[in-house]
């Protein structure tokens, strides 16, 4: 394959269980036109013999130690890659079959794009039951200031769902940050990189894959490292990359009580009642007016959700 028009590019370790899913899930597409790239890290299960067993000339194996920082994986790909489009695709997620036969048309239709975003499907199968809990997950919205949303608000993008123009990177010089501070979140510091650089996102409004959370997943497993590497990442465009405001410390508080709340949220979520409500009753007393804007903020989005929802029905 001399050029293909996409590069699907999947770190994986140690996921035997999920990846074969994922890989076949690209080989199923209905648009053929693609090269993949499994960066694995010296996994210790049947990894390689499955990719093996696959005997599938798209398909390029590498092996390669991150040392627990998935951007190392993911920069190789991006360097290893052929094609004009970079896919990324986790080892533990899938597409579904059309996913890139649209991204392709849309691609032929409308090539001012740098980034373009689909919808997934969430899957939760943290508690191991049958019956799983599925909803489709809405990203973007993009706007003009996208940099400042995304830094003020949080990333609203998946890296699964998302495709990158390669020129667009190697000219600008953008690949995933091998800071460890930044891990493993480092896809939204990539994510505002390329916004401030005023690259072009495109959301499209389809749900063309599934995103699964599971016990085994790296972020659930490492919890308080993603809280970690979310505020390792927020304080560095603030202080050293942003340049909307000059009022650092104040948009640093606005940011805390956002990631902050995101905690709680996970504390109520997971049914640990008391301490949630004590921490929320701390984060009030803190910053009353900005935790009833982000409360605000988030009421808008899950009515834009709940209309989305009605849409897809």
């Known amino acids: 394959m001399e050029k293909p028009f996409f590069s699907v590019v999947i770190p ?3 996921h035997e ?11 199923n597409q209905t648009f053929s036109d693609y090269e993949i790239i499994i960066i694995d890290n010296y996994s210790d299960d049947n990894t390689e013999n499955l990719i093996k067993n696959l ?16 951007a190392k994986s993911r920069n190789i790909g991006i360097e290893q890659s052929k094609s004009e489009w970079i896919a990324f695709l986790d080892s533990d997620d899938i597409w579904w079959q059309d996913r890139l036969k649209v991204l ?4 032929k239709k409308h090539n001012n794009y ?3 975003c689909t919808n997934e499907l969430w899957i939760n199968k943290m508690n191991n039951k049958k019956n799983n809990k599925t909803r489709a997950s809405k990203y973007g919205p993009y706007k003009n200031n996208f940099y400042e949303i995304l830094l003020k608000y949080g990333n609203c993008m998946s890296t699964s769902a998302s495709v990158v123009k390669k020129k667009y990177l190697i000219d600008n010089k953008i690949f995933f940050s091998e800071e460890k501070d930044f891990t493993p979140y480092e896809d939204y510091d990539f994510w505002m990189r390329i916004a ?3 690259g072009k996102f495109k959301f499209l409004n389809e749900v063309l894959g599934e995103h699964l959370f599971h016990p085994e997943s790296w972020g659930e497993k490492n919890r308080s490292l993603v809280i970690k590497s979310t505020f390792a990442i927020s304080r560095h465009h603030v202080f050293n990359v942003q340049n909307f405001t000059n009022r650092k410390k104040n948009l640093w508080s606005h940011i805390e009580c956002r990631i902050i709340l995101n ?8 049914k640990k009642y008391f301490k949630g409500f004590v921490e929320l009753f701390k984060l009030f007393c803190r910053y009353p007016i900005k935790l009833i804007t982000h ?19």
């Open 196 to 198: 401030k650089n005023n």
């Open 12 to 14: 994986t370790y140690n």
């Open 104 to 107: 392709f048309d849309f691609i």
């Open 263 to 270: 905690d709680i949220i996970g504390l109520l979520f997971s």
């Open 55 to 70: 005997n599938n000339k798209n398909i390029k194996f590498i092996k390669n130690r991150n040392h627990g920082i998935l």
């Open 17 to 27: 269980a999920f990846l074969e899913k994922a890989v076949k899930s690209v080989l």
């Open 114 to 116: 740098d980034v373009i």
């Open 295 to 313: 409360i605000l903020f988030r009421l808008r989005r899950l009515f834009l959700f709940q209309s989305y929802k009605s849409f897809l029905k």
